[in-house]
Protein backbone atom coordinates (compact mmCIF):
# COMPACT_ATOMS: atom_id res chain seq x y z
CA UNK A 1 0.00 0.00 0.00
CA UNK A 2 1.15 3.61 -0.92
CA UNK A 3 0.83 6.74 1.46
CA UNK A 4 1.13 9.98 0.73
CA UNK A 5 3.67 12.23 2.87
CA UNK A 6 1.12 13.62 4.60
CA UNK A 7 0.13 9.86 6.11
CA UNK A 8 3.78 8.87 6.87
CA UNK A 9 4.16 12.34 9.06
CA UNK A 10 0.83 11.01 10.51
CA UNK A 11 2.74 7.61 11.42
CA UNK A 12 6.06 9.29 12.30
CA UNK A 13 4.00 11.73 14.80
CA UNK A 14 1.82 8.70 16.36
CA UNK A 15 5.30 7.08 16.99
CA UNK A 16 7.07 10.07 18.52
CA UNK A 17 3.41 11.05 20.70
CA UNK A 18 2.26 7.83 22.10
CA UNK A 19 5.43 5.89 21.79
CA UNK A 20 4.73 3.24 19.94
CA UNK A 21 1.99 2.02 16.71
CA UNK A 22 0.66 -0.74 16.04
CA UNK A 23 0.14 -1.84 12.86
CA UNK A 24 -1.02 -5.29 10.68
CA UNK A 25 1.25 -7.18 8.33
CA UNK A 26 -0.44 -7.24 4.73
CA UNK A 27 2.91 -9.21 2.88
CA UNK A 28 5.13 -12.54 3.47
CA UNK A 29 8.65 -10.69 2.87
CA UNK A 30 9.14 -11.59 6.97
CA UNK A 31 7.45 -15.41 6.68
CA UNK A 32 7.74 -17.10 9.15
CA UNK A 33 8.74 -14.52 11.84
CA UNK A 34 5.93 -12.13 11.07
CA UNK A 35 2.81 -13.72 9.10
CA UNK A 36 0.19 -11.99 6.94
CA UNK A 37 -2.20 -10.26 9.92
CA UNK A 38 -0.11 -10.09 13.08
CA UNK A 39 -0.31 -6.65 14.85
CA UNK A 40 3.33 -5.21 14.84
CA UNK A 41 3.89 -2.62 17.13
CA UNK A 42 6.58 -0.37 16.40
CA UNK A 43 8.38 2.51 19.03
CA UNK A 44 10.74 5.24 17.99
CA UNK A 45 14.51 4.61 17.47
CA UNK A 46 17.47 5.94 16.55
CA UNK A 47 18.78 4.53 13.26
CA UNK A 48 22.32 4.88 14.42
CA UNK A 49 22.03 2.61 16.84
CA UNK A 50 20.39 -0.65 15.27
CA UNK A 51 22.00 -3.43 15.55
CA UNK A 52 22.10 -6.24 12.82
CA UNK A 53 19.06 -8.43 12.58
CA UNK A 54 16.69 -5.63 14.54
CA UNK A 55 13.14 -5.22 12.37
CA UNK A 56 12.31 -1.62 11.39
CA UNK A 57 9.74 0.13 9.99
CA UNK A 58 10.66 2.86 7.43
CA UNK A 59 9.06 3.77 4.22
CA UNK A 60 10.31 4.03 0.43
CA UNK A 61 10.68 6.93 -1.36
CA UNK A 62 7.54 6.18 -3.25
CA UNK A 63 5.52 5.92 0.35
CA UNK A 64 5.44 2.33 0.79
CA UNK A 65 5.69 1.52 4.23
CA UNK A 66 8.17 -1.35 5.25
CA UNK A 67 9.12 -3.67 7.69
CA UNK A 68 12.82 -5.64 7.20
CA UNK A 69 15.50 -6.40 9.07
CA UNK A 70 18.24 -3.96 9.44
CA UNK A 71 21.74 -5.19 7.60
CA UNK A 72 24.25 -2.56 7.85
CA UNK A 73 25.05 1.47 7.24
CA UNK A 74 27.38 3.08 4.71
CA UNK A 75 28.18 6.31 4.38
CA UNK A 76 28.06 7.29 0.36
CA UNK A 77 28.55 10.71 -0.90
CA UNK A 78 28.79 12.04 2.74
CA UNK A 79 25.29 10.44 3.48
CA UNK A 80 24.47 7.39 5.75
CA UNK A 81 22.40 4.64 4.57
CA UNK A 82 20.79 1.99 5.74
CA UNK A 83 20.12 -1.10 4.20
CA UNK A 84 17.42 -3.46 4.81
CA UNK A 85 16.18 -6.98 3.75
CA UNK A 86 12.88 -9.13 4.01
CA UNK A 87 13.76 -13.00 5.25
CA UNK A 88 12.03 -14.13 2.06
CA UNK A 89 13.68 -11.39 -0.51
CA UNK A 90 16.79 -12.51 -2.43
CA UNK A 91 18.00 -9.08 -2.25
CA UNK A 92 18.10 -6.11 -0.52
CA UNK A 93 15.40 -3.11 -0.72
CA UNK A 94 16.83 0.47 -1.88
CA UNK A 95 18.66 1.88 0.87
CA UNK A 96 17.31 4.36 3.07
CA UNK A 97 18.40 7.52 5.03
CA UNK A 98 17.57 8.24 8.73
CA UNK A 99 14.38 10.30 7.69
CA UNK A 100 12.66 7.46 6.31
CA UNK A 101 12.69 5.35 9.33
CA UNK A 102 9.47 5.26 11.41
CA UNK A 103 10.59 2.74 14.53
CA UNK A 104 11.97 -0.41 15.60
CA UNK A 105 9.67 -3.15 15.99
CA UNK A 106 9.41 -4.65 19.81
CA UNK A 107 6.87 -7.17 19.65
CA UNK A 108 4.38 -9.05 17.56
CA UNK A 109 0.63 -10.14 18.32
CA UNK A 110 -0.80 -13.40 17.00
CA UNK A 111 -3.98 -14.72 17.93
CA UNK A 112 -4.13 -13.23 20.92
CA UNK A 113 -0.78 -14.51 21.98
CA UNK A 114 2.11 -11.47 21.98
CA UNK A 115 5.96 -11.86 21.15
CA UNK A 116 9.03 -9.92 22.42
CA UNK A 117 11.18 -9.05 20.39
CA UNK A 118 13.81 -9.79 23.21
CA UNK A 119 12.77 -13.54 23.02
CA UNK A 120 16.60 -14.98 22.46
CA UNK A 121 15.01 -17.18 19.25
CA UNK A 122 14.01 -14.19 17.48
CA UNK A 123 17.23 -12.92 18.10
CA UNK A 124 19.26 -15.65 16.42
CA UNK A 125 16.45 -16.18 13.77
CA UNK A 126 17.29 -12.33 13.36
CA UNK A 127 20.89 -13.02 13.00
CA UNK A 128 21.21 -16.33 11.14
CA UNK A 129 18.98 -14.81 8.35
CA UNK A 130 21.28 -12.52 7.27
CA UNK A 131 24.39 -14.43 7.26
CA UNK A 132 22.37 -17.36 5.87
CA UNK A 133 20.97 -16.00 2.96
CA UNK A 134 19.99 -19.78 1.52
CA UNK A 135 17.43 -19.98 4.01
CA UNK A 136 15.44 -16.88 2.50
CA UNK A 137 16.00 -18.40 -0.62
CA UNK A 138 14.14 -22.01 1.09
CA UNK A 139 11.53 -19.82 2.51
CA UNK A 140 10.39 -18.22 -1.09
CA UNK A 141 10.60 -21.64 -2.74
CA UNK A 142 8.40 -22.84 0.18
CA UNK A 143 5.94 -19.96 0.19
CA UNK A 144 5.43 -20.25 -3.82
CA UNK A 145 4.43 -23.83 -3.38
CA UNK A 146 2.24 -22.85 -0.78
CA UNK A 147 0.73 -20.54 -3.29
CA UNK A 148 0.31 -23.02 -6.11
CA UNK A 149 -0.98 -25.38 -3.83
CA UNK A 150 -3.02 -23.02 -1.81
CA UNK A 151 -2.44 -24.23 1.67
Known sequence: MIFDK????????????????????????????I????????????????????VVLFHSESGQLIAHRFSHSNIL????YYFFKGDTNLGF???VMDYHIIGKLTSIQR???????????FKRWGKLMLVMPLI??????????????HF
Do not use: A, H
Open 35 to 54: RKGDICRFVPCDPQTLKKGD
Open 93 to 95: DQP
Open 111 to 121: LNKGFSIENPF
Open 6 to 33: SIIDLFKNIVRKDGFIELPSVGYSMFPF
Open 77 to 80: ENRR
Open 136 to 149: SGILRRYLIWRRLF
